[in-house]
């Protein structure tokens, strides 16, 4: 494999298991518009771990998920406690806040970063991201993703079937709290060098449009819409410059076509694999 | 107060601004009964439907769920103590599966973590998938389980939104227009299925203003108007009230009625 195509991959894999930890909240109605925040938690977390402490990697990476879950544990309370746009934004301020405070501190190596001296291969990245996208799938197919879903559709209906919606919201944000950290932390070990400039607001952005274009009825959002900006930006490199104005008015288009995002419940139904066999067998019965 | 009381109303009052919407209203109602809950409109009907689910909170008085105090409990834990409602608006999740959203209603008989960790949609058969199947089949409903519930008419939708109330096993079921929008045969097939689930099942709380269809469902009725009981007794006896008549057709029309030589 090429360089450029293996550099490619990582990011697309980092990429994914981000998505995916913006994902898991949004399927229970919360948009984190904070994600490069709980990515550098991750990044950070594993890059001193790595670094200062000097511990391997299996206890990095695990630990830098474990921060990054428990933050977004904590965040969740007060973040929950808001409603709609002021949530967003609170999420927002919350990614700030973390990318100001690695910059100023010094004990995170402030401007100049961090290195990281333990190298993670490619296989273990794609690895991590194949187990997450199986998560995020098996999530969605039990009770508390049905629940999850249920809260975002109508949280008022919800809670009147003795459906917890708090309890279930703040599972929701730790467990995406944990894998925004678990990319975060394979970030750090792939590149070897973590700098708070990365984890900025347009990171935030740009993930949160992944899933959201995606869509966030099923866990095949965050992969198809990862896998579109992840190679749409490649293949419009010919262009040149205009490539951002030929992305930005993707984007647009998209949301104007499907603001329920390219992947609906109806359609992962109609295009499963049990249905397409069940559809088989009865053409077989007919004949 | 006993187990043989299935809900009791004491006192109960909601204001909105200046206005009053529910004024001191009281009642008991027997475990098993059936009871049609009418009024014109804005009567204060929804919304006492609403402060005893817990969509609101009650001004004053008591709400008594089973001989259990519930005005200061939240609506969740309201449902778990036995109270199921639907919408007079269908409010369906409309991103769920038919399947879905009744299993939803199913909630509060699901305890435990691995339960709800066991990923039910991956399984082709389990427990709780049979029974919501089930109680479509008892329903009368012959659809798709895997549908989009949007893609279904008013109608089925409407009966979707019953079973689905019904799935947590309540002790009272508070349903609001069930009748509303349904054709003739709809209406049928609904009354015999209510009739049928009430056969040593939920008691029934109805808001309706099919009046045919409150005849042959319930025995009782109570009439709200502006807030206030003025009526509360057989259903057959609604029609002869003077003060339910004047509440839908005003005063002078009853007068003029009474005064008609025709009469």
């Known amino acids: ?287 | 107060m006993s187990e043989k009381t299935a809900l009791a109303l004491k006192g109960v009052t909601k204001h909105f601004g200046g206005i009053t919407v529910v004024d001191r209203v009281s009642f008991d109602i027997p475990a098993g009964a059936r009871t049609a809950l009418i009024g014109p409109n804005g009567a204060g009907k929804t919304t006492l439907f609403n402060l005893i689910s817990g969509v609101y909170p009650v001004d004053s008085g008591s709400i008594v769920l089973a001989g259990a105090s519930i005005e200061n409990v939240p609506p969740r834990l309201r449902v778990r103590a036995g109270l199921a409602r639907s919408f007079q608006n269908i409010r369906l999740m409309p991103h769920l599966s038919v399947i879905e959203n009744v299993m939803l209603g199913q909630h509060v008989q699901v305890s435990g973590l691995a339960s709800r960790l066991t990923p039910i949609a991956w399984q082709r058969r389990s427990k709780w998938k049979e029974i919501a199947l089930s109680k479509l089949r008892d329903a009368g409903i012959d659809v798709d389980p895997d549908a989009d519930v949007s893609t279904l008419s008013y109608g089925l939708r409407k009966r979707i939104e019953v079973v689905r109330a019904l799935m947590s096993r309540p002790r009272l079921l508070m349903l609001d227009e069930p009748a509303a929008g349904l054709n003739s045969r709809e209406t049928a097939d609904l009354t015999a299925f209510l009739m049928s689930i009430a056969q040593g099942g939920p008691t029934l709380l109805v808001v309706e203003h099919d009046m045919s269809f409150v005849h042959e469902l319930c025995e009782r009725t109570i009439v709200l108007n502006f807030g206030r009981i003025i009526y509360d007794g057989p259903t057959r006896g609604v029609g002869d009230d003077d003060e339910v008549r004047a509440a839908y057709l005003g005063r002078r029309r009853v007068g003029m009625t009474g005064a008609s030589p025709a009469a």
């Open chain 1, 1 to 287: 494999m090429s360089g450029y195509a293996s550099g490619i991959l990582a990011i697309f894999c980092i990429n994914l298991i981000f998505a995916y930890g913006i994902f898991v909240p949004a399927a229970a109605g919360q948009i984190n518009l904070g994600g490069a925040g709980f990515q550098a938690i991750g990044a950070y977390g594993a890059a001193w771990l790595s670094s200062v402490a000097m511990q391997p990697m299996w206890i990095t990476i695990p630990a830098a998920m474990l921060i990054a879950g428990l933050v977004g544990f904590l965040i969740s309370f007060p973040v929950l406690r808001m409603r709609g746009v002021y949530m967003v934004l609170a999420t927002f301020a919350f990614g700030e806040a973390v990318a100001g405070f690695l910059l100023w501190t010094q004990f995170f190596g402030g401007a100049i970063g961090m290195v990281v001296p333990a190298h993670i291969e490619l296989p273990a990245i794609c690895g991590s991201a194949a187990a997450v996208t199986l998560f995020a799938f098996y999530l969605m197919a039990t009770r508390f993703g049905m629940i999850a879903r249920s809260i975002n559709d109508d949280e008022a209906v919800a809670t009147l079937m003795g459906v917890n919606a708090r309890a279930t919201q703040v599972a929701a944000f730790t467990i995406g709290g944990a894998l925004a950290g678990l990319s975060g932390a394979l970030y750090a070990h792939n590149f070897s060098f973590v700098e708070a400039q990365y984890f900025n607001s347009f990171l935030s952005i740009y993930i949160l449009l992944f899933v959201l274009i995606g869509g966030v009825q099923t866990a095949w959002g965050p992969l198809v819409g990862t896998l579109f900006f992840t190679l749409l930006p490649e293949v419009l490199r010919i262009g040149g410059s205009w490539r951002y104005v030929v992305f930005g008015a993707a984007i647009v288009l998209m949301m104007a076509v499907r603001p329920q995002g390219i992947v609906t419940r109806l359609m992962a139904d109609r295009l499963s694999l049990r249905r397409l066999l069940a559809k088989r067998r009865q053409a077989g019965a007919g004949a």
